[in-house]
């Protein structure tokens, strides 16, 4: 059976949501933003779409 629609887009946004911060940002702050929040693996947590 195939995914939603909508649910495939939500999918879709959470993987790219996955990515590092900018280079230029850890930068400009001296390294005080390195990581953030929304980071995840795909097997260590769920995605609660």
């Known amino acids: 059976m195939a995914e939603p629609h909508a649910r495939k887009l939500r999918y879709a946004r959470y993987a790219r949501?996955?990515?590092?911060?900018?280079?230029?940002v850890v930068v400009k702050t001296r390294?005080?933003?390195?990581?953030?929040?929304?980071?995840?693996?795909?097997?260590?947590?769920?995605?609660?779409?």
């Open 31 to 49: 390294r005080r933003v390195r990581d953030h929040p929304k980071r995840h693996h795909w097997r260590i947590s769920n995605a609660k779409i």
């Open 17 to 24: 949501q996955n990515k590092r911060v900018p280079l230029w």
